[in-house]
């Protein structure tokens, strides 16, 4: 049987190709795969990126504080507008996603009991993704422009 230039024969099975009754197969003695090493760090984000995923992190700011998370925690070492934007998204998405999320879970479980009490629960928790849009999209609209922004309404819980 014919062998291929790394020790396997023809169909892909490494040995000599026969085997007797109650025999093992041969060692394989092929070499470790050398690999070549990768940069520790990801390149910095160009200008253009960097604004980017500024905005996009304020942009998440609709769908809670996860979005500003995972920027923040990938790209804050990359960029320094990011860094900071996605910070202060992170800051003002924490507080409010929080008590959205209890006050989902209190309407739940109160719809069952009060359907009103629940209901007033409810509207709370889309008053509040409502309030998290509006200022989630002017942020980012600012930080698309290159202009850092604040919110008025921010704990600093991330320094």
Sequence with gaps: MAK??????????????????????????????????????????????DRQWAFMAHCGGILGFIPSLIIYLVFRDRGPFTAQESREALNFTVPPTIVAAVANIIAVVLSGISPATGTVFAFLAVGIWIFLTVFSVIAAVHVNRGQPYRYALSFRLIH
């Design 4 to 49: 291929t230039a790394h020790g396997s024969s023809a169909n892909g099975h490494f040995g000599s190709g026969t085997r007797t009754a109650g025999s093992e197969p041969a060692a394989d003695h092929r070499e470790p795969a050398h690999y070549e090493a990768v940069p520790a760090s990801a390149p910095a984000l160009t200008p253009a990126e």
